[in-house]
């Protein structure tokens, strides 16, 4: 969970939820009742997840999604969602869309001032949450400078 203020970010919270050891059924409880605690404790303003990846493997790709409902059903009602695509994140962290694992682990690492090692569900979930803050930063600089171009194109 990360703290937006300009181009500054701040951590504020990361970490994984132990659900492995869990029956199937008890890890969707688990996913949703850790997060929904951790919404919360920090009553986030947005909400960014990474959009799914299906692969060939239609088993872990309906686990995942089993997991994500679990995980967006935890989010509060009127809090905003934003999916960024796989590339895209990779993109906005490391600069390109077919970054590895490793390279976005230690950018996240770099740019969030973390000093020891992240679990690799943990740097990617902060990986998202750079993503999103700098597709809002962007976002936030395209208005200012195409909101005056447009008031004079009116006059």
Do not use: W
């Not at 890890?27 to 947005?46: K, N, Q, V, Y």
């Not at 390109?96 to 950018?107: D, E, I, L």
């Amino acid at each position: 969970m990360l703290e937006c203020r300009g181009a500054e970010l701040t951590l504020i919270a990361q970490g994984c939820l132990n659900v492995g050891a869990a029956a199937p059924t008890a890890r969707l409880r688990l996913i949703f009742d850790g997060l929904a605690a951790l919404f919360g404790e920090h009553r986030p303003a947005e909400v960014a997840v990474e959009r799914v990846f299906v692969s060939r493997n239609v088993a872990s790709a309906l686990k995942l999604g089993q997991a994500r409902g679990a995980a967006l059903c935890a989010v509060p009602g009127g809090v905003p969602v934003f999916e960024y695509a796989p590339r895209a994140i990779k993109l906005a962290v490391v600069g390109s869309g077919g970054a590895q694992k490793f390279q976005v682990a230690h950018m996240v690492r770099v740019l969030l001032g973390v000093a020891g090692p992240l679990p690799a569900d943990a740097a990617d979930a902060l990986a998202v949450a750079v993503c999103h803050a700098h597709a809002r930063r962007l976002g936030a600089l395209a208005a200012r400078e195409l909101l005056p171009r447009a008031r004079q194109a009116q006059r």
